[in-house]
């Protein structure tokens, strides 16, 4: 479990300001009302749907008002410490708990329930069909649940095109439709790819273009 300091918490990009919704804007705003009394909350999708980002916003406004968060996922080890003056308990991932950390999260529910914590957790899938013991499926499951949806590609072209401006990159519309028709249109990825584009264009001091993306990808193989 990591306690989360202001001075090293997590990345500033994972704000909701920053957040591009999509179909995904209920959550958001959902999340952003967010207070100690609220049910808890769960979010569902594919990888790169925004899961991630949106807890880590959730986590940093908390932060940012001087709250205390628990960020507890399944690289993180048991026990998980409990009764700390926690506002927010996050779960991430929790798809991929162990029995043991199964038994430490389901813990930290009840100490939620009992001391008014707020509770935000997600998973890769609903939480009826998590494989996780049938006592943490039903706390997961039992306050409010959104299912994320991917980017569309018009949604993923303006994040893409956005990135590209603030980072100085200029991407013709034929790199785009090369990147979005030849790659998975979620974030994280787009993100990853476009920060190796920016630096093989400047290793080779060349502008973007989709015979350098060709070549990038060539090298790399």
Same mark, same amino acid.
């Given at each position: 479990?990591?306690?989360?300091?202001?001075?090293?918490?997590?990345?500033?990009?994972?704000?909701?300001?920053?957040?591009?919704?999509?179909?995904?804007?209920?959550?958001?705003?959902?999340?952003?009302?967010?207070?100690?009394?609220?049910?808890?909350?769960?979010?569902?999708?594919?990888?790169?749907?925004?899961?991630?980002?949106? /807890?880590?916003?959730? *986590?940093?406004?908390?932060?940012? %008002?001087?709250?205390?968060? @628990?960020?507890?996922? +399944?690289?993180? =080890? $048991?026990?998980?410490?409990?009764?700390?003056?926690?506002?927010?308990?996050?779960?991430?991932?929790?798809?991929?708990?162990?029995?043991?950390?199964?038994?430490?999260?389901?813990? /930290?529910?009840?100490? *939620?329930?009992?001391?008014?914590? %707020?509770?935000?957790?997600? @998973?890769?899938?609903? +939480?009826?069909? =998590? $494989?996780?013991?049938?006592?943490?499926?039903?706390?997961?499951?039992?306050?409010?649940?959104?299912?994320?949806?991917?980017?569309?590609?018009?949604?993923?072209?303006?994040?893409?095109?956005?990135?590209?401006?603030?980072?100085?990159?200029?991407?013709?519309?034929?790199?785009?439709?090369?990147?979005?028709?030849?790659?998975?249109?979620?974030?994280?990825?787009?993100?990853?790819?476009?920060?190796?584009?920016?630096?093989?264009?400047?290793?080779?001091?060349?502008?973007?273009?989709?015979?350098?993306?060709?070549?990038?990808?060539?090298?790399?193989?």
């Amino acid at each position: 479990m990591r306690q989360i300091p202001l001075a090293i918490g997590f990345d500033p990009a994972h704000s909701f300001e920053n957040f591009v919704p999509g179909a995904n804007q209920p959550a958001l705003e959902h999340l952003r009302c967010v207070t100690r009394q609220s049910a808890p909350v769960y979010l569902w999708g594919p990888a790169g749907s925004g899961k991630t980002h949106l /807890l880590q916003a959730l *986590a940093n406004a908390w932060q940012a %008002a001087g709250e205390r968060v @628990g960020w507890f996922t +399944p690289a993180e =080890l $048991p026990p998980w410490p409990h009764g700390d003056e926690r506002s927010l308990i996050v779960l991430d991932d929790c798809d991929g708990f162990n029995a043991e950390q199964q038994h430490a999260a389901f813990a /930290l529910f009840v100490d *939620a329930a009992m001391g008014g914590v %707020a509770v935000a957790s997600a @998973g890769c899938v609903p +939480p009826v069909d =998590l $494989p996780l013991r049938a006592d943490l499926r039903s706390r997961l499951g039992w306050g409010v649940v959104f299912a994320l949806q991917p980017l569309s590609e018009s949604d993923a072209r303006a994040v893409l095109r956005r990135e590209a401006d603030q980072r100085g990159i200029f991407l013709s519309d034929d790199v785009m439709d090369y990147l979005l028709t030849r790659f998975a249109r979620d974030l994280k990825h787009l993100m990853t790819l476009l920060t190796r584009l920016d630096e093989f264009a400047l290793s080779t001091q060349r502008a973007v273009t989709v015979p350098l993306v060709k070549q990038m990808l060539s090298e790399r193989t």
